[in-house]
């Protein structure tokens, strides 16, 4: 995933209100193009409402936003003629067949009939529809009616795709195949603004992170830049016996973090790296300290919400 120079989506100081309920706070946002860019918080944090904003569905009380050079408010068409949405809840008409939801698609983005054709056959391809193409679309699992309101998004050929927790309820082997789906749209140039409240989704996916609680991003950065700003990285190593574990101690000095006498075990403060995890080893060998295991604990963006919210990801009423 290669990042491009210019910006596919930009927000500046945008804000929402229902009622006296503020659900965006002042909101600034600048996700380069070609890239997975991840919107992560829990239900109610805005995520959704946002989604609606940048997707013309709904308008800001206030603040700028731009897609792919165009003014959301002031140029819906045109943004709407580069983008494509999938939203939490499926699109796909269930009576229909495959084959048939995507030409419908094609039909109400009035694309020429040979073109409708042709990407109806292109996107049974890539989302490995081809085979049911001809079935009703309630006969398919999960991840199959995921993979064709995904294809049904991509029917314009969008820049953008917008993809509101689209993995939600899927069982772990489809979620994992949605990955691989939107790891290739990147391959290709699209840009994807992803929401989700799957911790590890982001981790796996996005080439960018901002964490949003309460309306207001708490926090941007690379998944392995807000890994490194939650506390709780660390070595666990685990001794023979309870000598060598007290040499360990000894050996690491005022770096020793916890340690269990009865599991044999000390935790060491680190960040993970080689470099660090080498140094350590190296340590004990000069010393004749037998590690017989070694773990390395890296904070996971469940830990990074935590430590930037003080609460972790739980649901709450949906904004």
């Known amino acids: 995933m290669t990042s491009r120079s210019r910006p596919a989506l930009t927000t500046r100081d945008l804000t929402k209100t229902f ?80 084959a048939e939801n995507l030409r419908l698609t094609g039909r109400l983005l009035h694309l020429e009939r040979a073109r409708i054709a042709e ?102 950065g690379t998944p392995e830049e807000l890994k490194q700003r939650a506390p709780g990285g660390h070595i666990q190593l685990r001794f023979g016996d309870v000598g060598q574990l007290d040499a360990g101690i000894r050996a690491v000095g005022e770096r020793a973090g916890a340690a269990d006498h009865d599991q044999l075990t000390l935790q060491v403060p680190s960040d993970g790296n080689a470099g660090d995890v080498k140094r350590l080893l190296d340590r004990f060998e000069e010393l004749d300290i037998t590690v017989e295991r070694l773990t390395v604990h890296i904070p996971d963006l469940d830990d990074v919400f935590f430590a930037l919210t003080g609460h972790p990801t739980h649901p709450a009423p949906v904004a």
């Not at 070609?34 to 603040?63: E, Y």
Request: aromatic share 4%.
């Open 119 to 220: 990407r109806t056959a292109e996107l049974l391809t890539r989302f490995d529809l081809t085979d049911a193409a001809d079935r009703r679309a309630e006969t398919y699992s999960g991840g199959m009616r995921r993979r064709l309101d995904l294809a049904m998004s991509l029917m314009g050929g969008p820049d953008l795709i917008f993809l509101d927790e689209p993995t939600t309820g899927l069982d772990p082997r489809s979620r994992r195949e949605l990955w691989q789906v939107i790891q290739r749209l990147t391959a290709d140039g699209v840009t994807v603004f992803l929401t989700t409240q799957y911790l590890e989704e982001a981790d796996q996916l996005a080439d960018r992170v901002a964490v949003l609680d309460h309306g207001v991003v708490v926090a941007e």
């Open 19 to 98: 009622g006296e309920h503020t659900v965006l706070a002042g909101i600034d946002l600048s996700v380069p193009a070609g890239t997975v860019f991840a919107l992560l918080g829990p239900n109610g944090a805005g995520k959704t409402t946002l989604i609606r904003i940048l997707s013309t569905l709904s308008k800001p009380d206030s603040g700028d936003v731009r897609i792919l050079g165009h003014d959301v408010i002031h140029e819906p068409a045109a943004v709407r003629r580069r983008i494509g949405v999938t939203g939490q809840y499926s699109a796909v008409d269930n009576v229909l067949t495959g």
